[in-house]
């Protein structure tokens, strides 16, 4: 392998060990823009500086994911160029974290967790936390849900998945969790349940559902009303649309009788209810993952 430190540069350091490691990579899969959304809060909430920055030359398909340009009547006038940086903030009780957020690489994924690693060591990081979306069929009227998974399952708190075992695509961020536990650092991972008719718009509830979740997980406290407010305003122009039309109601309400019926049986301990072909199974939340997938891949084809 060829040596991680010539990935990045690092132009600060964490003041007190203990840090909290926030992870958002674009590029896989962030159904409803959920940790899109988290990290535009994050980012327009608090003060940060930068901290250490990528290479992306060495780790970005220009070709496959072409950055915008600006062309103005007679001449270039502007370049979007990809980035890869990692930002040092303060949550509201002055507890410094920090935040890595970029285009996920397509090139040197063994090289690239190596180098974040050796930050994590650095940096002496207590805990890595990935975060992403992912479409499930559930109602908008109801709690979103959030799959977690960890290097040990200690750091679950007693959470439980949905899924039993599934071979998915890749993604930098599971392998970063993977390697990261592999060395012996604690490294989770939250993926909020959004909505499937609503994964490819930007859903501000799904941003609010995980970064309580990384909140209660971490200890960082971070202000949400702003983000609540903007949630409570999409949810209503969503169900303005719902009642709008006879046949998506339908839709809904056949997912909310869904959801409760599942609910209804976790609460009494018993997943045998009387008509469990209304119950969403692995198999069946496995294949909604897998359109989803194939319509992203043919979108970026």
Known sequence: ML??????EVTGDVPEVGAVLLCDFRGFMDAGSAAEGVTDHLLDTFEYEEIARFDVDQLIDYRARRPSMTFAADRWEEYEAPELVAYLLRDDAGQPFVLLTGHEPDF???????????????????????????PMGAPHTRPLGITAHASRPELLGGRQ???????????VLALLELRLGEAGHDALGFAV??????AQSAYPAASVALLETIAS????????????EAARQTDGEVDEQVRASAE????????????DMFADSVARENLLVDDESELPTADE???????????QRGKES
């Open 3 to 8: 040596d991680p430190q010539e990935l990045y």
């Open 108 to 134: 040197q994924w063994e090289r690239f967790v190596e180098a974040v690693g050796q930050l994590v060591e650095r940096w002496g990081i207590s805990k890595t936390v990935g975060m992403h979306g992912i």
């Open 161 to 171: 998945s949905v899924f039993n075992r599934l071979r998915v695509p890749g993604n």
């Open 193 to 198: 349940h959004v909505p499937h008719y609503l």
């Open 217 to 228: 997980t971490t200890g960082l406290v971070i202000p949400l009303e702003e983000l609540r």
């Open 248 to 259: 998506v109601t339908e839709v809904v309400e056949a997912l909310e009788r869904q959801y």
């Open 285 to 295: 939340l496995g294949a909604e993952l897998e359109r989803f997938l194939a319509d």
